[in-house]
């Protein structure tokens, strides 16, 4: 069985460009949620995203936006991109019923900003 | 404001050796407790979870050790070999809402010498 799949694995971005990374779940997982992973930090809670709705967002930017698609796979935007929005962006995908006990995380998209 | 505090930064044990991860928390409504292990270029993977009603939880070499009432939690890792030299991450979840957004502490580097 494929594992939480995301693309694409390394980007480089200008500031002030936008930027979309995606995410597949594996299958049968309903739920996405998206990561910030600092160099030398642990990951950070941006977003999860339950059945193509919201369910809940951290403390970040309005520059951050997300969806989920009819499929589960979800995308992650960020505009006006700045320095610090240089990170490893992580998806994780759970099924319906393990719910936070089942978290996968994928490799995640090494976004670097200059 | 950083919920869950992880100690040490870094940690370097000889083969063979014990190597314990201590982490600490505040927020009282946290009641499911994740540690994952990340190599370099991966995500972050679910190694042993435990939940408060429990004071310890043992699998294979790796056990938690959880004490409710000072808050704190760690990893202990029985005849430490080279290959669990990762970076460890301790992680809470809380009850009721926000209930499925890990909240991490910032890691523990371990190195395992030969």
């Known amino acids: 069985d494929a594992g939480v799949t995301q693309s694409p694995t390394h980007l480089i971005k200008t500031r002030g460009q936008h930027v979309t990374l995606r995410c597949s779940p594996i299958s049968g997982h309903k739920s996405v949620s998206w990561y910030q992973q600092v160099l030398g930090q642990g990951p950070q809670f941006i977003f999860q995203?339950?059945?193509?709705?919201?369910?809940g967002r951290g403390n970040f930017p309005d520059r951050f936006s997300a969806r989920q698609f009819p499929n589960y796979s979800s995308e992650l935007n960020v505009n006006a991109l700045l320095l610090g929005d240089s990170a490893l962006y992580l998806c994780a995908s759970s099924p319906p019923m393990r719910g936070r006990s089942g978290y996968t995380f994928g490799s995640g998209t090494r976004l670097t900003v200059v | 404001q950083q919920q869950v505090k992880q100690s040490p930064q870094s940690l370097i044990v000889q083969k063979g050796g014990i190597s314990i991860i201590n982490c600490a928390y505040e927020?009282?409504?946290?009641?499911?407790f994740p540690w994952y292990q990340q190599f370099p270029g991966k995500g972050p993977a679910l190694l042993i979870a435990?939940?408060?009603?429990?004071s310890e939880k043992k699998e294979g070499r790796f056990t938690i050790s959880f004490n409710k009432s000072a808050k704190q939690f760690s990893l202990h890792i029985m005849d430490s070999q080279p290959g669990d030299s990762a970076t460890y991450f301790c992680a809470a979840i809380p009850s009721g809402a926000g209930s499925y957004q890990l909240t991490f502490g910032k890691g523990t580097k371990l190195s395992v010498i030969p």
């Open positions: 435990i939940r408060p009603d429990v």
């Open positions: 927020n009282t409504a946290f009641d499911y």
């Open positions: 995203y339950y059945e193509k709705e919201e369910r």
